[in-house]
Every structure is written in structure tokens, then in C-alpha cells.
């Protein structure tokens, strides 16, 4: 099985935020929740850069290790996924997470921030392939259908990319190698404990 | 061909040649001295400068402040500690306390009253101060099994009771860990004034300890006051502990208070490990305070406790008591009655 996961090429994002807006879209998720987001580094300055993050599907997800009901799982495609049924919103997650990814209905006190929603890399959650109650609470799946997530899918520089991580690590090599310049692929070192040599 | 579009033709060509010569030496230029990515932020650079604790911040267009922080590694960190060391100490002083207490009622059995139960009782705790007592025991029990069942119970409740009832256990056991936590200080409050006064550490404890509380050998009951060293030290440890479980529980249930998400890591880390602690002293006091000693429920249950209980184990405190009531008068009026008015 592949080895899924996101990488976004800085050098080509243009801050357009149509992958932030094409999964709220997909995934018709509730307001305030950004599964996706792209943050600009040094915003304004020579040199600046546009990252597109949101959960980077881990190897030994942090989030899986300290949340309380183990709601997490990790499938075949080492996509990370976990169960709204189980998850009791306690905000660990959140604050385990390398990547801000973990997201609550409700950002309240005493605890009441509700369901954690975050990115399924387009691959919806625990209950059957495709059904309604998986779309209700996770979105559409997919992945199930044969297709990658939507953000990267219609990424109009093709900047952020998704899909086995040997492929889209060789994608992001050939690329810096034929214009001679990359800063990087963000965030490979926290997610997957290593990065992307050119 | 009118006049018009030759002369359009002619313009092009005249603006085409114009740009061409100051184009071209701009771009013989530029790929001299433009890089495109001399000033380029690098994230290999900006982990370099971030020293471990911080985050690669950055703006993000979405209102949320919280979004704008890109790779946070300082957060597997915590990830790290919190399902490893602080589940370890959890694991050790709670099942090595229980471990402690089988073998000590293993070895030294349950401690009878040595003279037998007397046909007398007094009175030892108030209604109010059992009312505190039990606030707290109460609430502090319910704290606990919530709060450990948030560290095991993924790796021993789940398997047993499966993922849809542990996850709504979990659901109730979070609501009734945020809110009992208020009922807990309160009863924190009321034992610490009620009970200040007869802790402070002084001589006698100090014998008390070298005598090791008489715990270990039959027969031998070291001198007390109304509480004893040991359970001075445990006033201490309820209050010091819980003061600490108190700030920074309340920490974790303000976030925003808790000064960023290092800060809440930190107090999240030491709530779970002072609570690991507490509940180990706590499971020792609930084994010595029912099965582990004849009468002493009774202090804490009905209040008055067995006159050879007392005597055995608090003596000066029975001295002083009984010397009041003997002075004349008896128990609720000798107070004032051995205060001179000036």
C-alpha cells in the first residue's frame, strides 16, 4: 500500500487559499473549522513564503499517543483518521500536534469544545465507505472513489501535493533540481522524521 | 492595405525593436545579479532558529490567531512525556502503593484496639468538620478515578467494555472531572481552616515518627496530640498537593490563562504527576482510616470514636479533653470558662 502524504512546494504557492476553500467545500465543514490553512511566513519581506498545512498524517501520530479513548486509527494508506464517536473533546490532541491540526466546534472553557474535527486526507472516518453518516460527520471519502484529496487535486500551481510519499517526494526532487532552488518540505521533519534530500 | 494598418504595423515594429533594446541588456543583467530565492525563508532555517520551544509563526488570513503558528515540533515533545514518563509515574505510585499496603496488611494485619473496645465514646470530629471531610473525599474519589481513567483507561477499560461504552464514559467521566474539581477546592478550604491550627509540625511528632507511629509493632503507641505526625502529613500533602492540583487544573480549564500552549503543557504535566502522587498518599489514608485499624472509621463516620481508641492512639488529645470537661463544667462550656476575661 502506498505511503500517503502531503507535501506543499512554498516555491509555488501563490497564497490563493483555493485549497483552504475547496475542502471547506467538499467537505461542507462547519464554520469556524479550517482543516486546511495556509500560513505566510514572514509576510511582506523579501523572500516570503506561502506554506498550505493541515494535518500531515504522522508516522507515530503524537495525537494518537496521548489521546485518552484512543480514538485514533491509522489505515492501510497511513492516513490518520479517528472516531467523533469516541472522542470525548478533551483538547489534547490539540496541543500534541506539531501542526495545529486538530479542530473544535468550540473553543470554550471548561472543557467544551465538542467533537475534534480535523483534515481525513479526503478519506472520511470509521463508519462504511461513502454513506451519509460518514459524510456527516467527516466529509466525503475520496479516497474511497479512487481519488486524491481535493486541495492538492485542484491546486492551480500544483504547489501542494498529495499522494504516495516516495512519488511526490521524486516530484518535489525534479523540481528543485531543474529550477535550481526549494525551501523545503515543510513540515516532513516533525510529521515523518525526515525530509526530503535534493 | 489602408494607411492606417500600415502604420499600425510600422509602430509595432518600432515599439518591439525599442523594447528589445532596453530589454535585452536588463536580462543579461538579471541573470548576473537576480536570484530568486537569495532572501527565500527556508524551513531548514527557520527550525534552526527556533531553539527548541517555540513555533514557525506566520499570518494567516483566517480570524484565528491560533492558526497562524506553521510547525509547532516543541509539541511532540509534550506528546512524548505525557504518554510516556507521566503514564510510568502514575503506573508506579498507584500500583505501588496498593502492592505496599497487600503486604503490609499482609505482615502486620488489620490494628486491633490493644485493650479491647471500651463501653465509652467521644467525640473527635464535629458535623462540620466531617461535612468538609467528605466534600472533599468524595469529590476527590471521583476526581481520581476520572483523572486515571484519562491515563489507562485506553489500555484497561476499552478492551473490557469496548470503544462505544468507554467512549461514553469517558464523555461523563470528563464533565464530572471539570466540575467536582470546584467541590474539591471548596472542601480543600474548609478542612485547611478547620484544621490548621492542630498541624503544625512540633516535639511530639518528632518522637512519633521515631517510634515509627507504632505502626510496625503491636503494642507500642507513641504519644499524639488530636492528629499525629503522619497524619499531619497528610493535612500537608492534601493541602500543598491540592493547592497545586487546584491552580493548575484551573489552568487547564482556562487555556487562555495558561499562558500559550507551552504553558498549558507545563501545567498539564504537573497536574498529572502530583495527582499521581496524591492519589497514592490518599490510597494509604483510606486503607489505615477502614480495613487497616479497628475504630478508626468511626472518627470520620459517626464522630465519636472508642474512649481506648483515642487513648491509644491520640493520648494527649484525650488528656486535654477530658482535663477541660473535668474542670467542672462540662464539654461545650469549658472553653470559655478557661479563657481569663483580661
Known amino acids: 500500500m502506498a505511503r500517503m502524504k502531503f507535501l506543499c512546494d512554498a516555491d509555488r504557492c501563490i497564497e490563493c487559499n483555493a485549497c483552504v476553500t475547496a475542502c471547506k467545500n467538499e467537505h461542507e465543514v462547519p464554520w469556524g473549522i479550517n482543516r486546511r490553512r495556509v500560513v505566510t511566513i514572514n509576510d511582506g519581506l523579501p523572500g516570503e513564503r506561502s506554506v498550505s498545512m493541515a494535518c500531515m498524517h504522522c508516522t507515530d501520530a503524537p495525537c494518537a499517543a496521548v ?3 484512543d480514538c485514533f486509527y491509522t489505515t492501510e494508506d497511513a492516513v490518520v483518521l479517528h472516531s467523533k464517536d469516541t472522542c470525548i473533546g478533551c483538547g489534547y490532541c490539540f496541543y500534541a500536534c506539531p501542526f495545529g491540526a486538530p479542530q473544535y466546534p468550540r473553543v470554550g472553557n471548561f472543557g467544551t469544545r465538542g467533537k475534534m474535527d480535523k483534515c481525513t486526507y479526503c478519506a472520511g472516518g470509521p463508519e462504511a465507505d461513502m454513506t451519509e453518516a460518514e459524510y456527516v460527520k467527516y466529509g466525503s471519502n475520496r479516497l474511497a472513489e479512487g481519488k486524491l484529496p481535493l486541495c492538492a487535486e485542484m491546486c492551480s500551481t500544483k504547489s501542494l ?3 504516495d510519499g516516495d512519488i511526490i517526494a521524486d516530484i518535489y526532487r525534479e523540481r ?3 529550477r535550481g532552488y526549494g525551501s523545503g518540505a515543510w513540515g516532513w521533519r516533525s510529521a515523518y522524521g525526515e525530509t526530503v534530500s535534493v | 492595405m489602408t494607411i492606417f494598418t500600415k502604420m499600425s504595423r510600422v509602430i509595432a515594429v518600432l515599439a518591439l525593436g525599442l523594447f528589445a533594446m532596453i530589454a535585452q541588456p536588463q536580462a543579461s543583467q538579471a541573470q548576473d545579479i537576480i536570484n530568486p530565492t537569495a532572501e527565500s525563508v527556508t524551513e531548514d532555517a527557520l527550525m534552526e532558529a527556533l531553539n527548541g520551544d517555540a513555533q514557525v509563526q506566520g499570518r494567516v488570513s483566517i480570524p484565528d490567531d491560533l492558526s ?3 510547525i509547532k515540533p516543541a509539541n511532540r515533545g509534550w506528546a512524548d512525556t505525557h504518554g510516556g514518563p507521566v503514564r510510568t509515574v502514575n503506573l508506579i505510585a498507584v ?7 497487600v503486604a503490609f496488611y499482609a505482615i502486620r494485619g488489620k490494628i486491633r484496639i490493644d485493650s479491647g473496645p471500651s463501653s465509652e465514646r467521644i467525640q ?9 471531610h467528605w466534600l472533599m473525599a468524595v469529590s476527590f474519589i471521583v476526581l481520581a478515578l476520572t483523572g486515571l481513567n ?8 476499552l478492551p473490557v467494555f469496548g470503544e462505544d461504552a468507554f467512549g461514553t464514559l469517558s464523555a461523563w467521566g470528563k464533565i464530572a472531572h471539570n466540575y467536582m474539581g470546584f467541590a474539591f477546592m471548596l472542601g480543600l478550604i474548609l478542612s485547611f481552616v478547620y484544621w490548621i491550627a492542630h498541624n503544625i509540625p512540633d516535639k511530639v511528632d518528632m518522637h512519633w515518627l521515631s517510634k515509627g507511629g507504632g505502626l510496625f509493632v503491636k503494642g507500642v503507641h507513641p504519644p499524639a496530640k488530636k492528629f499525629n505526625a503522619g497524619q499531619k502529613g497528610i493535612f500537608w500533602s492534601v493541602t500543598l498537593g491540592g493547592a497545586a492540583l487546584s491552580f493548575t487544573g484551573v489552568m487547564l480549564l482556562f487555556p487562555e490563562l495558561a499562558g500559550g500552549e507551552a504553558g498549558w ?7 498529572g504527576v502530583v495527582a499521581a502522587i496524591l492519589t497514592a498518599i490518599v490510597i494509604a489514608h483510606i486503607y489505615i482510616g477502614s480495613v487497616g485499624m479497628e475504630g478508626a472509621y468511626d472518627a470520620m463516620g459517626s464522630g465519636e470514636v472508642d474512649l481506648n481508641w483515642a487513648k491509644e492512639h491520640h493520648s494527649l488529645w484525650v488528656e486535654e479533653v477530658q482535663g477541660k470537661s473535668s474542670d467542672g463544667t462540662d464539654d461545650g462550656s469549658a472553653r470559655p470558662g478557661t479563657q481569663p476575661a483580661e
Open chain 1, 67 to 69: 489521546c485518552p479513548v
Open chain 1, 161 to 163: 501535493l498529495a499522494g
Open chain 1, 176 to 178: 528543485v533540481v531543474t
Open chain 2, 68 to 70: 497562524s503558528g506553521l
Open chain 2, 95 to 101: 500500583v505501588g502503593m496498593i502492592v505496599l499496603l
Open chain 2, 124 to 132: 473527635r470530629f464535629s458535623a462540620t468538620e466531617r461535612f468538609a
Open chain 2, 150 to 157: 484519562l491515563v489507562f483507561g485506553r489500555a484497561v477499560i
Open chain 2, 265 to 271: 503543557q507545563l501545567y498539564q504535566v504537573i497536574h
